[in-house]
């Protein structure tokens, strides 16, 4: 299956590249690797999802952990978590497609933000499981260009503030367009 | 205070407790070195930075310090490399300072400029590149902090030139401060009560002991675990000198060279008590066929050494003498003849077999030689060998009762450690009787540091071990490739005249009668000496399992190992 660990790490030049070095050193096979800011401007945010059929999390985890300019690791995969991946998808569109095609976007609340002869691009953010989704919907009309951001998670505040009174916690995700892009109308 | 940054790092040094660096200077370190005369350290000027590496090694694994080499940029750094790698392996407390070019042309292929944090990455437990003076001594004294912490290994500093020329406050800090939590995790009481309940529950149970009884200072504690529960002990390479033959649970060395039936003995073993050592492939063998009849209990300081090649039913992480005395404080007294009995058992005919009961019939085998020197120093001496086919037989045939007796590279195998490592280990334990034991090849790989023995006025013993091949390499070659001996007849200089050379006496050893003179000559003589001991040239270590072959499926020694004619 697949395991997500989110790590914090010191901003500081190289940090990405000692991770990176112990993935490849120690053989570790991982799926994705995001990296970005944090609440802490000190610190950024890595979330790294590994494939454990063929590495062990926490053999990953105690090995970042031993990286000194990490600062915590936790695996979040048995966590309630809200998870999120974003793609740019450049889809194949003649003038007569596009209300088909943003049709089809609409479904997965996903937007077009970019129009050209020929083309739509279109943004989604959701699970990975709902990008692929889309991604197979569309498919057959001709993926021209892609690009997505690999998974980041974080831990739900009912487990984080230590009350885990909601039921398995993912009992919100129905929601989790509107969440995910409030304010971001661009 | 203001003071350059070559001045500063100097401060920092001279409070972590040094006054011995091993180093070769060069134009990025330069500021460096001019700083260094005004501050109480003993420099050791080398003569290939891989010595200053090794030395710095040896140096610390002789005291338990950090040891510390210097080197320029570049080309200085980059022969650095193999010591660090080794100091890695090994997890050896060592600092490393190597200068860069200066800050504003790194990345244009200055002169002598490498990507030497980039290189020592994967090499080094941290590094760190310092572009500024004012950013020296934290670098400096969390480079410490790191190296001694945990699991102990090597750091990097790497300075760039404008940083040791510029000036700059000075404030040391006296706290370190690093991400994250470090300390070690308390002991978990649950943890100690499962293994306390799998320990009594065990009929067959086993002490594997590691470096971690050495660098943990475990030895008395572990003495006292395995007498009150009656478990007999066997150590890796890096364990000797943790546990003393002498003891009555000391089974001796495990894995690819131990004796056969201490390997039975993992393999039958009910209960597998694993301290401070890690499973490496040398004493596991076939992982799919190791030890699959027992329970294991791993105490570990490395959280990530828990379960990488070996599953265990208990693991503990912390550090290894504390979790003795936790676990001492309710060990139960047991008794496990019926075990001990079996283990005698499988002893069989392994002293009859052994070489050291055969004649010597006019020959001179690598076994006796060690032998001799061991009665001959008494027992005490710190002996530093190479590796290879003499690095087996030393620790098979040197009993090495105390600590930090037996000084050898392990993990990464590196030939070429003898020489510089004893020249380290000298320089930190300057009353110890030190002898190198290398092979022609290793010691010619690193010789030129015969010239540092000298100059520093050493009075280190040196056995060369020539049987004319790479003996190690050629035993594979008998064994596996069909006696196909690629590359592995070795031409070596005349090392009696070799060390004349470089001002040190020489003999050369033909026979067994003359082994212990030659030691305890060389011995009393007040300074360096070098014995060659010429060899039997077609020898194997035994016992042997092949790599990757069942820990259980050992050849054995021959019988008789020695009488029989062999061809030459």
């Given at each position: ?119 739509l691009m279109l943004e989604v953010t959701g699970s990975e499981e709902k990008v692929e989704a889309l ?52 | ?568």
């Open positions: 299956m697949r395991h997500t660990l989110v790590a914090r790490v010191c901003d500081q030049p190289g940090v990405l590249n000692r991770v990176a070095s112990l993935f490849r050193r120690r053989a570790f096979n991982i799926d994705s690797l995001t990296v970005g800011g944090s609440e802490t401007p000190a610190f950024s945010r890595m979330t790294i999802v590994v494939d454990t059929r063929r590495t062990r999390a926490d053999l990953v985890a105690a090995n970042l952990r031993k990286l000194v300019p990490v600062v915590d690791v936790q695996d979040v995969t048995h966590l309630p978590t809200v998870e999120r991946d974003l793609a740019l998808i450049r889809v194949r569109c003649e003038d007569g497609e596009r209300p088909e095609v943003s049709e089809l976007a609409a479904l997965f609340r996903a937007r077009v933000v970019d129009v050209a002869p020929g083309s991604l197979d919907l569309l498919r057959p009309r001709g993926i021209l260009e892609m690009a997505r951001t690999g998974k980041v998670a974080m831990v739900r505040g009912s487990v984080v503030n230590g009350c885990n009174g909601n039921g398995n916690g993912h009992g919100n995700d129905a929601t989790e367009p509107q969440s995910a892009q409030s304010g971001s109308n661009g | 205070m203001i003071l350059t940054g070559a001045q500063i790092l100097w401060e920092c040094l001279v409070r972590e407790g040094v006054d011995t660096v091993f180093g070769y200077p060069g134009g990025a370190i330069l500021p460096a070195y001019d700083a260094m005369l005004e501050y109480p350290v003993r420099h050791v000027l080398v003569r290939h930075e891989q010595g200053a590496a090794h030395m710095a090694d040896g140096y610390a694994r002789a005291s338990g310090k950090v040891g510390v080499a210097i080197a320029t940029s570049g080309p200085g750094a980059t022969n650095l490399t193999t010591g660090i790698a080794n100091a890695m392996m090994d997890s050896v407390p060592t600092v490393f300072i190597t200068g860069q070019v200066p800050s504003k042309v790194l990345g244009s292929d200055a002169f002598q400029e490498t990507d030497v944090t980039g290189i020592t990455l994967p090499i080094t437990k941290h590094n760190a590149l310092v572009t500024d003076a004012a950013d020296i001594a934290r670098a400096v004294r969390e480079a410490f902090a790191i190296a001694r912490a945990g699991r102990p290994g090597p750091v990097l500093v790497d300075i760039c030139k404008d940083a040791q020329q510029g000036k700059t406050e000075f404030v040391y800090p006296e706290t370190v401060e690093l991400p994250g939590d470090r300390k070690a995790p308390a002991i978990r009481k649950e943890d100690i009560g499962r293994a306390l309940a799998l320990i009594a529950a065990a009929e067959r149970p086993l002490i594997l002991a590691g470096q971690g009884v050495v660098a943990s200072g475990a030895g008395q504690a572990l003495q006292a675990f395995a007498s009150t529960a009656d478990v007999p002990v066997a150590l890796t390479l890096l364990g000797i000198g943790g546990f003393p033959p002498s003891h009555p649970m000391c089974l001796g060395m495990m894995g690819m060279h131990g004796e056969a039936y201490v390997n039975t003995a993992i393999q039958e073993a009910d209960l597998l008590l694993a301290f401070g050592m890690r499973f490496d492939d040398r004493v596991t063998g076939n992982l799919k066929t190791y030890a699959q009849r027992s329970k294991k209990i791993h105490v570990e300081i490395d959280p990530s050494e828990i379960g990488k090649n070996v599953p265990v039913d208990v693991g503990i992480v912390g550090d290894l003498r504390q979790v003795l005395e936790a676990m001492l404080k309710e060990l139960p007294a047991k008794r496990h003849q019926a075990w001990h009995d079996q283990i005698e058992h499988w002893k069989g005919d392994t002293r009859a077999r052994d070489i050291l009961r055969q004649p010597d019939n006019g020959r001179l085998h690598v076994a006796h030689v060690i032998n001799d020197l061991w009665e001959t120093t008494g027992g005490g001496a710190v002996v530093v060998t190479d590796v290879g086919q003499h690095q087996m037989w030393e620790a098979q045939y040197y009993r090495h009762e105390q600590p930090r007796t037996l000084i050898t590279s392990g993990g990464l195998g590196t030939m070429g450690f003898a020489l510089p490592a004893a020249i380290g280990a000298k320089m930190a334990r300057p009353d110890a009787e030190v002898w190198v034991v290398a092979g022609d090849g290793g010691f010619q790989m690193t010789q030129c540091e015969l010239a540092t023995l000298q100059q520093e006025r050493l009075d280190i013993n040196i056995a060369v071990i020539n049987n004319g091949y790479l003996g190690m390499v050629r035993q594979w070659q008998e064994f596996f490739y069909d006696k196909r001996y690629a590359a592995t007849p070795l031409l070596s200089p005349d090392f009696v005249a070799l060390a004349g050379a470089y001002g040190i006496e020489g003999h050369r050893v033909t026979r067994r009668s003359q082994v212990a003179p030659a030691v305890q000559a060389a011995r009393s003589s007040g300074r360096a000496a070098l014995i060659e001991f010429q060899v039997e040239k077609e020898e194997a270590v035994y016992p042997m399992v092949p790599a990757g072959a069942d820990l259980h499926a050992m050849i054995r020694r021959p019988q008789p190992a020695v009488g029989e004619e062999v061809a030459r």
